[in-house]
């Protein structure tokens, strides 16, 4: 086992594939990915304020969570979130 790789990079392919896997059995929609990516963005202009966090680490998250919304939307299709 490698003990040389980042625990955050860890924590982040289990994340990712929690996310797919609950998507995969239905658990989470579509609506639900992009109301979880739309929480992840808000972080960077309430960085500090809501809860702590550095804003280069919430635009990372940010731009993560768009790439894994893109993928889940790509592989398991789904409808979009009702624009209100």
């Not at 500090?48 to 990372?60: D, E, H, L």
């Not at 993928?71 to 009702?82: A, D, E």
């Amino acid at each position: 086992m490698d003990h040389d790789i980042d625990s955050g990079e860890k924590a982040i392919i289990i994340l990712q594939s929690l996310i797919c896997y609950l998507r995969e059995k239905n658990i989470l929609t579509r609506a639900d990915i992009q109301e979880l990516r739309d929480r992840v963005e808000e972080r960077i202009t309430d960085a500090g304020r809501v809860m702590p966090c550095a804003v280069p680490a919430a635009q990372a998250a940010a731009h993560e969570m768009a790439q894994l919304e893109k993928f889940c939307g790509k592989r398991y299709g789904g409808k979009h979130r009702r624009a209100n």
